[in-house]
C-alpha cells in the first residue's frame, strides 16, 4: 500500500511538473507566409449580433491577403465564439493561445467577456487588440501587451454627455438604462461628466432588458420634464421606449448609445416622426450608407455577400487598419515584442473610417478618444459634432 | 449468479477506479483542456445537485442556477470581502447554497407542490438574478466580482492542474456523499415521496421536511459547485446564473439519466465537451447542442446511464427514474 502511494505521489508530482505553464514563445503563430490571429466574438447566444463587428474585421484581413498580405505573409483568423459568456471566452482564449497556438488576439465584444479573459491574456503575453468591447477596465491601468481600438465607455459616456449639454438651454437631464454593465459603461461616464458641468440627472429609470413597455418610465419623465434624455438601451427596448414616448406626447430629445443604429431604430418604430429627435453615438466619418464608408461596405460584401450591414459591422475595421500599419512597420522579422513597440508607436493614425484618430502609447492603451454623433436633419441621417454642426 | 453484495463492491471498485485514472489527466492537457477537465468535473456537482431534485424526488425545480449562484457569490465574498482563502470559503459556499435550498423549497412545508412549487423555484431563481445584479456594494453588481487565485494552505489555486486536483478531490467526496445519502434511509424516503408521496406520508414519514431536506442537500452540493466555478472563471458574473446555464443543466440532467448519479457524471462530461468540438463552426454551437439532446433523448430517453447499464448490471442503480 506504501509503495502504492508513493507511485501515485510520484505521478502527481510529475503531472504537476510537466504542465507548468511556459513563457510564452515570440514567434509562436507565425511561419513564412502567415500570421495567425484569434478573432473571438460572440457567434451565437442572444447577444449574436454583435459578431457583425468580427465579420468586418475579417473582410478587411481577406482584403488585405488579396493584396498580396503584410511581408510575404497573409493574415490568417482563426475564430473562436464566446457567446458574450465569460466562462466560454475563458475557454474560447485557452484554446487560441494554447492549442491553436495564435500569434495575437484581434477583435472581443461584450465587455463581461473581455475583462474575465484578461487576466489570461496578460499572463500569456501575446498582443490583443480589443477591437469592439468598451468596458475601460479592460485597458486601464495599462497592461503590455493589450491596446483598445474602439472609443471606450468613457469615451463614449463623455461624448453623450457632451452632445447634450451642447443643445443651448440644457439644464434638466434624465437618464433611462438597462441594470447591465454595458449600460453603465456608457451612463457612469456621462454622470460624472454632467456632474462636472455642474448638471444633476433630474431623473434616473431602468428600463429592464426584454421590458415590452415603458408607460411608468414616461410618465415618471413627465412629470420631471428634462430638456435631454440619455438613453442607454438595446435597440428592441429602444424602439419601445420612443414609441411609448409619442404615444403619451413626449417631444423631448434622446441621445442614445453605439448600441443602437439609427436607420435600424427607424425600421423598428416605423415612422420618422418618432425617430426625429433621436441620436446616437456614430464611431465613423460619415453615415452608414453615406460615401465614406461605401468603400468599407462594398468591402465587407466582396467577402460576405449575404452579410446585412449595422452600425457594428464597421466598428472594428478601424483597429485592423492600425494592425496592417504596425505590422508594416515592424518588418519581416516580426516578433511580438516587436509588434507590441510598433504598436505603441501609432500616433493620431486617420484610418478612414473612424471618426476620431488612434494614438497608443505605453501610459495611455485607450486609442480613441472621441466619438461623433448621428441623428436625422431635415429628414436624412446626418453625423454631428455637436447640437446642430455637421461632422 | 452474481450476488447483490458481490455487484456493490464491484460498483464501489470502479466508483473509485475512475479518479484514480483521472489523477493522471494532467499529463495529456494543455491549458485549454485541462480547463474543460475542470468545467466537467464543476457540472458534475451541479448535475448531480440538481438531478437529486428532478430525479430522485421527483419535483420539478428551477432554482438549480440559483444555488450554483449563491455558492459562487458566497465564496467570491467570503474571498475579497472577508479575506478568507478559497480553500476554506467552500463551507460557507455550501451552507449558503444549503440556505438556498431551504429559502427555495419553504413553501412545500405549506403543501405547495409539484407545478406550483416548480414556479416558487423559478421565483427565487428570477429574485436571486436580481440581488446579484443590482446589490453592487456587495456583489459587484454587473461588473461582476474578482476571485483572487493565490496560494492556499501551500497549493497554487491559479494553476489549472492543481485546480483539477482540488476539483477532483471534492467532486468525489461528493458523489460519494451522495450516493451515501440516497442509500440511507432519508435517500429512500426521498424515493419514496417520487413514487407516492401519500404512501409515504401514510408510514408516518414527514414528506414535506423529506423535501425540503433534498432541496438542501441539492443546494449544498451545488453551492460548493458555484465556489469551484468562481475559482475556475476568476471572476463572477450575474449573467452567468441565468436562463441559459438553467437549459444546459437540465440538458445534462436529461441527457445523463434522471435521477441516476453515474448518468449525473455522463451528462456533466458529455455536454461539456461535445460542444468544444463544434468550435470550429461558429454560430453552430446552439444548433449542435440542441440536435445532441433530441437525439440522446429520442435514442436512450433513460439517458446515457441506461447505455451503460445494458452493458453491465452493476451500473444498474436502484434510484435511477424510470
Given at each position: 500500500m506504501k509503495f502504492k502511494l508513493k507511485k501515485l505521489g510520484l505521478l502527481v508530482g510529475l503531472t504537476l511538473a510537466a504542465t507548468g505553464s511556459a513563457a510564452a514563445d515570440e514567434?509562436?503563430?507565425?511561419t513564412d507566409d502567415a500570421i495567425k490571429i484569434g478573432v473571438m466574438g460572440?457567434?451565437?447566444?442572444?447577444?449574436?449580433?454583435?459578431s457583425k463587428a468580427e465579420i468586418g474585421l475579417m473582410a478587411y484581413f481577406q482584403m488585405i491577403n488579396d493584396e498580396g498580405g503584410i511581408h510575404g505573409r497573409k493574415l490568417v483568423a482563426v475564430q473562436e465564439d464566446t457567446a458574450c459568456d465569460p466562462a466560454k471566452a475563458l475557454a474560447a482564449a485557452k484554446k487560441l493561445i494554447y492549442?491553436?497556438?495564435?500569434?495575437m488576439l484581434h477583435g472581443n465584444s461584450c465587455s463581461g467577456a473581455a475583462i474575465a479573459i484578461k487576466p489570461d491574456i496578460v499572463e500569456a503575453g501575446l498582443p490583443w487588440i480589443?477591437?469592439?468591447?468598451?468596458?475601460d477596465t479592460i485597458s486601464?491601468?495599462?497592461?503590455?501587451n493589450i491596446f483598445h481600438g474602439v472609443p471606450t465607455g468613457n469615451t463614449n459616456g463623455e461624448a453623450m454627455a457632451a452632445f447634450v449639454l451642447s443643445?443651448?438651454?440644457?439644464?434638466n437631464v434624465a437618464i433611462v438604462e438597462h441594470s447591465n454593465d454595458w449600460a453603465h459603461s456608457y451612463t457612469n461616464p456621462a454622470r460624472a461628466y454632467l456632474k462636472e458641468n455642474g448638471v444633476e440627472p433630474v431623473a434616473e429609470l431602468v428600463m429592464e432588458r426584454g421590458?415590452?413597455?415603458a408607460t411608468a418610465q414616461v410618465l415618471k419623465l413627465r412629470q420631471a420634464n428634462p430638456d435631454f434624455i440619455i438613453g442607454a438601451l438595446y435597440e428592441a427596448e429602444t424602439a419601445i421606449f420612443l414609441r411609448d414616448m409619442k404615444k403619451y406626447g413626449l417631444d423631448i430629445p434622446v441621445m442614445g448609445t453605439a448600441g443602437t443604429d439609427l436607420e435600424n431604430t427607424l425600421k423598428r418604430v416605423g415612422d420618422l416622426d418618432t425617430v426625429q429627435n433621436y441620436f446616437v453615438l456614430h464611431s465613423y466619418v460619415?453615415?452608414?450608407?453615406?460615401p465614406l464608408l461605401k468603400k468599407w461596405a462594398d468591402m465587407i460584401h466582396k467577402y460576405y455577400p449575404d452579410e446585412a450591414l449595422?452600425?457594428?459591422?464597421?466598428?472594428?475595421i478601424g483597429s485592423g487598419v492600425a494592425l496592417v500599419e504596425a505590422l508594416k512597420a515592424a518588418g519581416?522579422?516580426?516578433?511580438r515584442a516587436k509588434l507590441i513597440a510598433e504598436l505603441d508607436k501609432?500616433?493620431?493614425?486617420?484610418?478612414?473610417?473612424?471618426?476620431s484618430p488612434i494614438t497608443w502609447s505605453p501610459e495611455e492603451r485607450r486609442g480613441v478618444k472621441s466619438s461623433a454623433v448621428a441623428g436625422f436633419v431635415d429628414g436624412e441621417p446626418t453625423v454631428l459634432k455637436a447640437w446642430g454642426t455637421p461632422y | 449468479m452474481q450476488t447483490a453484495t458481490g455487484t456493490l463492491s464491484k460498483r464501489r471498485r470502479i466508483f473509485w477506479l475512475v479518479p484514480l485514472i483521472a489523477l493522471a489527466l494532467p499529463l495529456l492537457t494543455n491549458p485549454y483542456t485541462q480547463f474543460i477537465a475542470n468545467a466537467m468535473l464543476i457540472y458534475t456537482l451541479v448535475t448531480l445537485g440538481f438531478s437529486v431534485v428532478?430525479?430522485?424526488?421527483g419535483q420539478l425545480a428551477f432554482a438549480n442556477t440559483a444555488f450554483f449562484g449563491i455558492g459562487a457569490y458566497a465564496s467570491a465574498i467570503a474571498s475579497t470581502s472577508?479575506?478568507?482563502?478559497w480553500l476554506a470559503t467552500i463551507p460557507i459556499a455550501g451552507l449558503a447554497g444549503a440556505l438556498g435550498g431551504f429559502l427555495a423549497s419553504a413553501a412545500a412545508l405549506r403543501g405547495i407542490r409539484l407545478y406550483y412549487l416548480a414556479i416558487v423555484t423559478l421565483a427565487f431563481g428570477e429574485l436571486m438574478r436580481w440581488f446579484y445584479t443590482h446589490a453592487g456594494a456587495l456583489t459587484?453588481?454587473?461588473d461582476g466580482l474578482p476571485v483572487p487565485r493565490g496560494r492556499d494552505f501551500g497549493l497554487a489555486l491559479s494553476s489549472g492542474t492543481v485546480q483539477f486536483y482540488v476539483f477532483l478531490a471534492i467532486t468525489c467526496l461528493l458523489v460519494a456523499g451522495t450516493v451515501n445519502l440516497l442509500r440511507s434511509r432519508i435517500g429512500r424516503a426521498i424515493i419514496a415521496v417520487r413514487e407516492n408521496e401519500i404512501a409515504t406520508a401514510s408510514l408516518g414519514i414527514p414528506t414535506s421536511q423529506i423535501i425540503v431536506t433534498a432541496f438542501m442537500w441539492s443546494g449544498f452540493i451545488v453551492g460548493i459547485a458555484g465556489a469551484m466555478f468562481a475559482l475556475h472563471t476568476g471572476r463572477v458574473f450575474?449573467?452567468?446564473?441565468?436562463l441559459t446555464q438553467l437549459i444546459v443543466n437540465f440538458a445534462m440532467v436529461l441527457v445523463g439519466g434522471l435521477g441516476s448519479v453515474v448518468g449525473a457524471v455522463l451528462g456533466a462530461v458529455a455536454l461539456t465537451a461535445l460542444p468544444e468540438y463544434v468550435r470550429?463552426?461558429?454560430?453552430?454551437e446552439e444548433i449542435f447542442f440542441g440536435v445532441i439532446v433530441m437525439v440522446v433523448l429520442l435514442v436512450m430517453p433513460k439517458g446515457l446511464a441506461s447505455l451503460l447499464a445494458r452493458f453491465s448490471p452493476i451500473f444498474q442503480q436502484r434510484y435511477h427514474r424510470d
Open positions: 514567434t509562436t503563430g507565425l460572440p457567434f451565437s447566444g442572444n447577444a449574436s449580433s454583435y492549442q491553436d497556438e495564435v500569434f480589443v477591437a469592439h468591447a468598451v468596458s486601464v491601468p495599462p497592461v503590455k443643445k443651448p438651454g440644457t439644464k421590458q415590452t413597455d460619415d453615415n452608414l450608407d453615406g449595422t452600425n457594428f459591422s464597421y466598428i472594428s519581416p522579422d516580426l516578433t501609432i500616433k493620431a493614425l486617420d484610418t478612414g473610417i473612424l471618426s | 428532478i430525479g430522485n424526488l472577508l479575506g478568507l482563502p459587484g453588481g454587473t450575474p449573467e452567468s446564473f441565468g470550429a463552426f461558429p454560430g453552430m
